[in-house]
């Protein structure tokens, strides 16, 4: 059981169930924890314009020494970029590839159906596998795939065993759209890693915590990327395939859910977002 889970995305893209996300990590930060955890058995990456470092990313990815199919590449728009028109080439251009494996909106911020539409663009072009949203509560989703001509896989959002999203799965499920955690271990909260289900089964598994909830996880359906700059860390969050949680064991980390989210959008948020624009990714 020690081989990596996958998911096929809607239009039978294979996805990695889990990766490495680089929010917050500078541009040496990401480059470094990129290239310990392709070298590590990692093969998908989660990046984003906002994060501004695509570069480093692009630089791990050649220094892997991995071929580019190998590596299962995800970046995310900007608001502030949805309405230009090469928006996604310099995005790859940035990242130093020629295509890119999963494009996410990043926020339901400005014009967002514009952004959409250039991602189908890139998409029917060869530029892009497979798009998906970000952050959209069930409303917007609903709004998009009342006016897509191609149909979102994937929809990338806070979810952790304190916010386990069940009823936005089921309406995901039902278009054939599959769920991304990001905050997958409740954003550091001592509170969740120290539950005493976590504490008892990870000396069950001899494993940590943070391993069982991640297991959850993947047994729950919900892709991972825990980002990380630890490369003991790293190695850790990807130990997830030689173990099983029962079903009993899921439903007692199931019957956690309080529905306490970390991080609540708001509309003021929302439009700071859309004129935000993220300082240019220039570092050679």
């Known amino acids: 059981m020690n081989e990596q889970m996958t998911l096929t995305l809607t239009g039978g893209v294979v996805m990695p169930m889990a990766g490495i996300g680089t929010f917050l990590l500078s541009p040496d930060e990401a480059e470094a924890s990129c290239v310990s955890a392709l070298a590590g058995g990692y093969r998908l990456i989660d990046t984003a314009n906002a994060y501004v470092n695509e570069r480093a990313v692009g630089r791990a990815m050649k220094k892997s020494g991995l071929k580019r199919e ?18 996604v080439e310099k995005t790859l251009a940035r990242l130093d590839t020629g295509y890119i494996d999963l494009l996410l909106i990043h926020q339901p911020a400005g014009n967002y159906v514009a952004g959409y539409r250039l991602m189908e663009k890139a998409y029917r072009e060869g530029k892009v596998r497979a798009i998906g949203l970000s952050n959209f509560n069930i409303e917007q989703v609903k709004e998009i795939l009342s006016v897509c001509e191609v149909k979102p896989t994937v929809l990338q959002t806070e979810v952790h065993p304190y916010f386990q999203e069940t009823e936005l799965k089921k309406f995901l499920t039902s278009h054939g759209m599959a769920i991304q955690a990001w905050y997958p271990l409740g954003h550091g909260d001592k509170a969740l890693i120290e539950e005493p289900v976590f504490s008892m089964l990870a000396q069950k598994y001899g494993k940590s915590s943070a391993q069982i909830i991640l297991r959850w996880h993947i047994q729950s359906g919900n892709i991972v990327i825990p980002g990380s700059k630890n490369p003991a860390h790293i190695k ?45 990714d220039e570092q050679k």
Do not use: C, G, H
């Not at 190998?70 to 928006?87: N, R, V």
């Open 70 to 87: 190998e590596i299962f590449l995800e970046t995310k728009l900007w608001p502030s970029f949805y309405e230009q028109a090469d928006a």
């Open 236 to 280: 850790d969050n990807l130990a997830l395939f030689d173990f099983a949680l029962t079903e009993e064991e899921m439903a007692e980390i199931s019957a956690l859910d309080k529905n306490t989210r970390y991080y609540t959008s708001t509309p003021e948020m929302l439009k700071k977002y859309a004129e935000m624009v993220p300082p240019v």
